[in-house]
């Protein structure tokens, strides 16, 4: 191309200098408006396909307030540090059942990072709505598209705003009975929790309806904390400590992350404890470690796929509804996918 542009994109300036006619003629004569020539308008059309032309989609779906894309923020990654953390499934089959849901829907799906941080690109929030998953506490993405009238859903509660409702999976309540029960029921009388460190719903609501079983039940709240971003080696860790300590060792432990789940179990076997025969294991999310450790380890299947297909739905509705319309989150059910370190009965026969 001899015109020099061929080293950046050609704008609508470009368009309107090599076809000798206004910015605003230029765009009536691709947009389809206005009283314009037929001749001027093929002239117009023909110089924009030389100069690789196209209008600026984002411009235009501001002005028409829609730009047929949703975004997607996984808060847990952007603490973790690494958006492909070892052995996490979980992020990539919401991920990817959200993105196929969206283009169901008419939209396409961007996944974003944290676009409150200081080097976000100016594009970050060029949306038409957004879901957070995992919220920390008070979260500024929330603040900052509230701020800007951008629709959002959250997969998770924000625990300091008790008055934003448009969020889903109220599951984790649910799910920290089901698994102090399963183990209850297959012969833990000592059973320990353990959370990551992330200030969000699941970590606090699971230890939350933890401790008011443990008062109710009438046994010590056994509650270990350990940073997410340690994984298995962080689960090591814990067993270690869980060892030398002059307490008891528990008989149950539930670990919120499977990578915990994995590395716990792994250093109580280095230690010569048996899984299950000694000490029963559930993790609160379903993973490769879970699957693959030996033995594979009974887990709460978070249902991604359900969940991401839902979170879309509830945004696209969200967005599509009056600003008076009450919508409501969708129900997803989990369910505990039961094995082999969990089953004491069968270990010992």
Not at 245 to 253: H, K, M, Q, R, T
Request: aromatic share 4%; net charge negative; proline share 5%.
């Amino acid at each position: 191309m001899s015109n020099g542009l061929a080293r950046r994109r050609a704008t609508i300036h470009d368009v309107a200098k090599q076809s000798g006619v206004s910015i605003t003629t230029v765009s009536h004569a691709l947009n389809g408006k206005g009283v314009i020539a037929k001749a001027t308008r093929q002239r117009v059309i023909d110089t924009a396909a030389d100069l690789g032309y196209s209008p600026d989609a984002i411009a235009r779906g501001l002005r028409s307030r829609r730009l047929g894309i949703l975004g997607l923020v996984i808060r847990p990654l952007d603490t973790l540090g690494s958006y492909q953390p070892e052995g996490v499934d979980y992020f990539l089959r919401f991920a990817g059942a959200a993105a196929v849901e969206a283009l169901d829907r008419g939209y396409g799906l961007a996944l974003m990072r944290d676009p409150t941080v200081g080097n976000a690109p100016g594009i970050a929030l060029a949306a038409d709505g957004f879901i957070i998953s995992d919220p920390v506490a008070n979260d500024p993405v929330i603040a900052l598209l509230d701020r800007n009238g951008i629709p959002v859903v959250a997969v998770g509660r924000d625990i300091e705003r008790p008055d934003f409702t448009a969020w889903l999976g109220a599951g984790t309540v649910t799910n920290t009975d089901a698994v102090v029960r399963h183990l209850a029921e297959r012969g833990a009388e000592r059973i320990a929790l353990v959370t990551g460190e992330d200030n969000n719903s699941w970590n606090a609501d699971s230890e939350k309806t933890y401790r008011e079983w443990a008062k109710k039940s009438g046994q010590p709240a056994l509650v270990y904390h350990q940073d997410e971003g340690l994984g298995e080696a962080g689960g090591r860790a814990l067993a270690e400590e869980m060892i030398a300590s002059d307490a008891s060792l528990p008989d149950g432990i539930y670990c919120l992350t499977g990578r915990h789940a994995a590395g716990v179990q792994a250093g109580l076997q280095a230690a010569g404890y048996q899984v299950p025969g000694d000490i029963m294991i559930v993790a609160g999310s379903d993973s490769e470690q879970t699957r693959n450790s030996a033995p594979p380890i009974t887990s709460i299947d978070l249902a991604p796929e359900a969940t991401a297909k839902a979170a879309v739905a509830f945004l696209v509705e969200l967005i599509d509804a009056d600003s008076d319309a009450e919508v409501l989150p969708p129900a997803v059910s989990y369910q505990i996918r039961d094995r082999a370190s969990t089953r004491r009965v069968a270990a010992l026969s």
